[in-house]
């Protein structure tokens, strides 16, 4: 009958879709994906609610998720209704006593808890954590003018590996602590980066506001689908990046050359990113390679082998 044609079509295609998404949960069953979630990615509901459900489909499948999570918005929220100025250098906030504080209460009272919430309306998956907890991250002031932002120190993953072996969601705040417990505000790609490397993650994606990387930040369309190391270094020191992505380059160079194997700029406004990018042969944001010939083929990131391929 006529009227079941657009209705069958549909059904194959919901179904090459699952079938679609075969290879790669079989390539990511068992590995460990870092997910740092940007703060800016995060303040409409349904995307939080969208990104929750992506995080434990990932897990469902047997993917060891462990989600980073940023929160500079939130945090400029609360200092502007606090009447306490903000400023920063190089796209990190000065920090002093204050600033301290609220970026704390913000990220592990508000931000990490919401996600947790948000997660565990699906089962009792998620546990948020600070890097202060089970000692996980030890920070040292990064510059005097900086206040307390933190670099990271070391990561002592012991106690994601034990949530992950125990199938829990480890959620990260990224406040970490000196050896005399003294807080420090830690950039969330930073964090990001240093715990994919601790925990020798095989993917690592920031999700941000933007489609990726831009030759241009004014211009959208500009998005850079594919750079290497060097060419990221290059943007760096011509002044093509501003605020936020100049740590989150950073910090993807760092990830590439601490072998973290495919490491991915991504849009977190885009409803279930994680999804496609993970489980589809659409390519997504952008991939940062080593630019290293050798090393990116026998990594499996150099795009021509890619399995993605527009990537
Ligand atoms: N060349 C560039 N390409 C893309 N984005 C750029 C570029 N230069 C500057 N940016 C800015 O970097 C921002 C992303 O970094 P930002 O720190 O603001 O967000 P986030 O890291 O996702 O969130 P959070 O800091 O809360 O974790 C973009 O919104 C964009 O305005
Ligand atoms: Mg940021």
Aim: hydrophobic letters at 45%; aromatic letters at 4%.
């Amino acid at each position: 009958v006529s009227h079941h044609a657009p209705e069958e079509s549909t059904a194959a295609h919901r179904a090459r879709i699952l079938v679609e998404a075969l290879p790669y949960i079989r390539r990511f069953r068992g590995q460990i994906v870092v997910v740092k979630y940007g703060g800016n990615a995060m303040t409409d509901p349904a995307l939080s609610q969208q990104f929750a459900e992506d995080v434990v489909l990932m897990h469902s499948v047997g993917i060891h998720v462990v989600v980073v999570h940023g929160g500079g918005p939130q945090i400029g929220d609360l200092l502007g209704r606090l009447g306490i100025k903000s400023e920063f250098r190089d796209g990190l906030r000065v920090t002093d006593a204050a600033t301290l504080d609220v970026a704390r209460m913000v990220l592990e009272g508000k931000v990490s808890s919401e996600i947790v919430s948000a997660i565990n309306v699906h089962g009792p998956h998620a546990v948020g954590l600070s890097g202060a907890d089970a000692g996980l991250i030890r920070a040292h002031p990064r510059h005097p003018e900086l206040g307390f932002v933190g670099d990271v120190e070391s990561v002592n993953p012991r106690i994601i590996e034990r949530l992950l072996a125990e199938e829990f969601i480890p959620v990260i705040s990224t406040i970490g602590a000196d050896e005399r417990g003294q807080a420090y505000n830690i950039n969330a790609d930073t964090v990001a980066t240093a715990v994919a490397q601790a925990m020798r993650a095989e993917k690592l994606l920031y999700l941000t506001d933007v489609d990726g990387l831009l030759a241009d930040v004014e211009d959208r369309s500009s998005l850079i689908r594919s750079i290497t190391v060097p060419a990221v270094r290059a943007m760096m020191s011509s002044g093509a990046l501003s605020g936020g992505m100049i740590p989150k380059a950073q910090a993807c160079i760092d990830a590439v050359e601490a072998g973290v194997r495919s490491v991915h700029m991504i849009n977190g406004t885009i409803p279930h990113v994680l999804l496609l990018e993970l489980f589809t042969d659409e390519g997504v944001g952008t991939m940062i390679t080593s630019g290293d010939a050798a090393a990116d083929a026998m990594l499996g990131t150099a795009p021509s082998i890619s399995e993605k391929a527009n990537r």
